[in-house]
């Protein structure tokens, strides 16, 4: 398997008081595969993935993206953060206009991913960021995040602004743009059947450190603490059940 | 005498103190922008020096126009470059302010998308945050440039023209139609300048 990402022993700790968010973190993910980096609030989830796609620097530790130091990514988070001033064509063809691709091949891309993440492209060509739905915002991010056709895409909750239904509805479709797609993927949640769902594997993370690396079958049976801890919080048990 | 019989009997000097104040505010605000603009985003890049620009810049915009101008006589000497220089430096507090502010008002998560995707700093700047941060910037380019036509007037005093000249020579007189001649246009172009700019800032500000 062709590993789109390969994290080694990756470690940052803050300039100012030395306070170390991750710690000699390791992981390969592979083409068509998504990891899921589950953990609770303030684990180094987060953190480790802006250290894979540069926004931090490590402080130890290497990140290879398809076998290269740099390469352009695919970046999702929940605020989404779509440019307000771009429509949706601009929004999503933003990086390929960069890459300088000839604007037909743009625009045949545009429409392509559009129609990929379920909107329908002449309806949503020309509207603004600010013209869309939560769930419709979401889907343009991923498109965006897909446009430049980047080996690897990182997704920081991305589902997790979004209202339980839509959630539920963006969360299925992912499931089957994951098989099609043939990418590798680093997911980010807090959400232990989001991670069940969407991952081939899942990375747990506790205090900087990855606790525990494995398929959700393995998950499922852990007996590491933490991994336990999430599956409890995922049952509501008998209780709750009343 | 009233002020109709004094402009038709000086249209031609009317005309060129006009001319040396719009000149002076030109020259003088163009400069700010110049130099403003840069500096404004360069405190967005560097936050160490964020608070020394932004409070010299205050400094000098709390010194009297008539002691700056006195300042600067015996560097520049007397004339149209003295009040130029003051005027530049009055202008430079709302351009700088306004730039920084328009920029650093660029929602967060825009930027870190922007740059999670690999765009570099200088593209982040000049296709998102300058276009979304331009109604602020140019809100401040307004309000430099109305305050220079005011100051601008002061500017008589030191042998640089303007309209100022003839509310100097109206108050050495005690004559208030004087005084009215020059002071009755610095307001109009002062008014005109603030109409054009606020529909250039409108504009510019992008369209939520």
Redesign the interface.
Known sequence: MTAAVEVRGLAYALPGDGRTLVQNVSFTVGLGETLVLLGRSGSGKTTTLKLINRLLEPTAGEVLVAGERTAALGYVIQEVGLFPHFTVAQNVGLVPRLERWPADRIAARVGELLALVGLDPSAFLARYPHQLSGGQRQRVGVARALAADPPLLLLDEPFGALDPITRVELQREFRGLERRLGKGMVFVTHDVREGLLLGTRIGLMQQGRLVFLGTPEEFRGSTEPEAVAFMSAADPGPMARG | MSLLSFYSRNSAELLGLLWQHVYLVGVSTGAAIVVGVPLGIALTRLPAWRAPVLALANVFQTIPSLALFGFLIPVFGIGAWTAITALIVYALLPIIRNTYTGIAGV?P???????????TDG?LLR??EL??AAGVILAGIRVATVVSVGVATIGAAIGAGGLGVYIFRGVATVDDTLIMAGALPAALLALAADAVLGIAERRLA?Q?
């Open positions: 929602d998560a825009v930027r870190e998308a922007g740059r999670g995707m690999g765009m593209e296709l998102v276009p979304l992008w939520r």
